[in-house]
């Protein structure tokens, strides 16, 4: 095996793919190292109990696992591993990531996102900056994404949209759910901009991949025709067809070595035997997650890096992102509709595209001028059917359901109305009390410290998201829904994660260059959601995806 690359990317998902994909089509030699296997479009069926009940994808926490703290109602912070609570945040080891499983939602950042501090001020205990590069510097990236990946939808013109180099999306929009025409009506009525929902799905075929099939199964399923904008099925496949790129899978990188220079020399790894192996390359990126990046690097000591590739001004880890929000649910009852009406509330695998940006920026009293909100976005309950029998277990008072009610129960979830939900998206603040360090004790099944996660939020992402969610619910009352509830909290969803290697121009303050760079690192990148210093209101993976084609663009001069 040749053992000296021009690059080695550790990592398959949305940050390594168009490196990967870039770097092999300009005739560089690239070494992909990816934890998980190789799965293809034949290996994904929509199989509940594999991918939701025994989550087949992720590893076995027994095995992998991470220690997650949490405060208490005294303010103390208290840890408990996810192999206890069962709390899972692996959202996808295998080629291509968590790509693989995401619904595809796609939204860019607006100009203002760039510019957090600038634009809206400080926020007592929250530690916003501005990014070191502009809207303007990503936008053809973005668009770059839009063909190379997929993108499918229409634009519709409203006060918070941002700058686009073309008119349209290069791909019409996915069949739309009959639903649609009711949440349309109901936002005009409520003078609310309905914005179709981009999706990186292709409604057409296109670059040897099929189009949607419409399965009702696409959020953390794997996709059989290919047409969802995977890092695999989008820009891998073809990069291992040029000749250039080696993806080894089932590799589990535990360590970079440096020189006394403080240059990184090799990756070691465990192969899939569980045989230390060691890689050496000219240049290093790392896009494993945002969590494991930032463990990889503090478990990367070195003589110039004795805390930690990248850490000496302890940022690393520090700073880590997930959403805000919320979500809530309404329910369309067949029985208070005609025939019709009902039979068209019953279609399944068509996609509900449609949100809402009018409240992306606000002003309100119950806020000090004007305010970063978020958005609103639309969808169906999964179609899950042990799921949605599930939770028909308990009674309103908490006790097991049983025989006749449970039948009743079990009719009714499954024939007598449909759920239209909604998830509220807006920033998480980045503090002090977010962030990766290594757990003193507990180790994987290689040996290594696993990852220790503080989930701390600040009480502003409550206070927005609660905002944004009121908006949400009085949508669907216009629309009739009954049983309208939502709930927002600061759990951090496991599948929308940023931060822990935030780039900017000061390295006392950052871990990472305006490039990726690790500052002081001259042959190492992160190219995963890591680099974010802020998260926007939108998730991640569109901008993931943009970002690292921008850094492909300098790390292609460089090798």
Known sequence: MKTDYDVCVIGSGAGAGPVISELSKAGKSVLVLEKGPWFTEEDYTKDEMACCRHSIYTPKLEDEQHVLEEQNNNGDWLSESTSE???????????????????????????????LLSEFGPIKGANIADWPVSYDEMEPYYTKVETEVGVSGKIIAHKHQEPRSTTDFPYPPTIEHPIVKNIDKACNQLNITSLATPRAILSQAANGRNSCEYSGYCGSYGCHSGAKGSARAALLDAAVKTGNCKILPDSKVYKLKSNSKGR????????????????????????????????????????????????????????LLFSAGGSGTGEFHYSDMDRLAASAMKTRGPFVNRGVQDWYFFEDKAFAGKTKGGIIDFLLRHPNPISKAMSTRWNNDDNLNWGHKLKRDLKTVFTQSQDLRFEVFNDWLPTDNCFVSLDSTIKDKWGSAVAKVRLGYHEHDLKVGEFLSAKAETILQQMGAKNIRSSVSGSPPANLVAGG??????????????????HDVENLYVTDGSFMPTGGSVPYTWTIYANSFRVADIIKSRV
Request: glycine share 10%.
């Open 85 to 115: 609570s069962g709390w899972d945040f692996w959202n996808g080891n295998v080629v291509g990531g968590s790509s693989n499983f995401m619904s595809g939602y796609f939204y860019r950042l607006k100009p203002e996102d760039f510019r």
């Open 264 to 319: 990184v020399v090799e990756a070691l790894y465990y192969d899939e035997n569980n045989i230390t192996r060691s890689i050496s390359a000219k240049l290093f990126v790392v896009a494993c997650h945002a969590i494991e990046t930032s463990r990889l690097l503090l478990a990367s000591t070195g003589p110039k890096h004795p805390d930690g590739l990248g850490n000496n001004y302890s940022q690393l880890g520090k700073n």
């Open 501 to 518: 290697c935030r780039f900017g121009k000061d390295i006392k303050s950052s871990v990472l260059d305006a490039d990726c760079k690790v």
